[in-house]
């Protein structure tokens, strides 16, 4: 194991992530891994929706792991199909506040990009169910990237494709590829 590691919440055919790892990263897949020019070898790692998923399946890694999140995202104001390379995680509490951290994120290096010049760098803030309306505006919503930063890895960078603008329904069109 090369300590690289690409982690995606869905993989399914019908509705998954997977397919944004060939669409946005430099690269191919050979034998299950994601293949990088500069030689890296990234295992990919399929957690499940939501935080429990997340820390279940993550909780053994090493903490000097390198990892890049790729999946979809919402939001309020960006166009579908945005690409986000986000620099800060935050949990999505509207309702309260309280003193919590943020969490700071390297942006992904441009060298692992297709097309680093359509990326938006920005904040991406978790939740534990869809979110459907906000107020919040410049950033993308999703359900697993805090609980990742979270949990003390060295290395996290995460790259999020806006899949609709707070429904459910245009999520699910868009990650099934339906035009």
């Known amino acids: 194991m090369d300590n690289h590691f690409i982690v995606i919440a869905e993989a399914g055919d019908f509705i ?15 034998d299950g891994r994601w293949h990088m020019p500069d030689g890296t070898e990234w295992d ?3 957690t499940g929706v939501g935080a429990i998923n ?10 000097d792991a390198k990892i890049i999140n790729i999946g979809y995202a919402g939001s309020a104001n960006y166009a579908i199909g945005s690409i986000v390379s986000v620099v800060e995680s935050r949990l999505n509490h509207p309702c309260v506040t309280y003193p919590e951290p943020t969490l700071k994120l390297l ?8 097309h680093p010049q359509d990326c938006i760098q920005s904040v991406c803030y978790s939740n534990t169910d869809f979110v459907l309306q906000s107020d919040y ?3 993308v919503f ?13 290395h996290v960078c995460s790259l999020k494709v806006v899949s609709d603008n707070l429904s459910l329904h245009a999520y699910r069109e868009v990650a099934a590829g339906v035009e």
Do not use: S, W
Not at 54 to 61: A, S
Not at 107 to 114: G, I, K, M, R
Not at 142 to 154: K, N
């Open 44 to 46: 990919i790692i399929v």
């Open 107 to 114: 942006p992904v290096p441009d060298e692992y990009l297709q």
């Open 54 to 63: 997340v820390m279940r399946t993550l909780m053994e890694l090493p903490r």
């Open 142 to 154: 999703d359900m697993e990237l805090a609980y990742i930063a979270a949990m003390g890895f060295a």
């Open 16 to 30: 998954g992530e997977q397919k944004l790892i060939a669409k946005h990263l430099i690269g191919e897949m050979r």
């Open 137 to 139: 505006q410049d950033c």
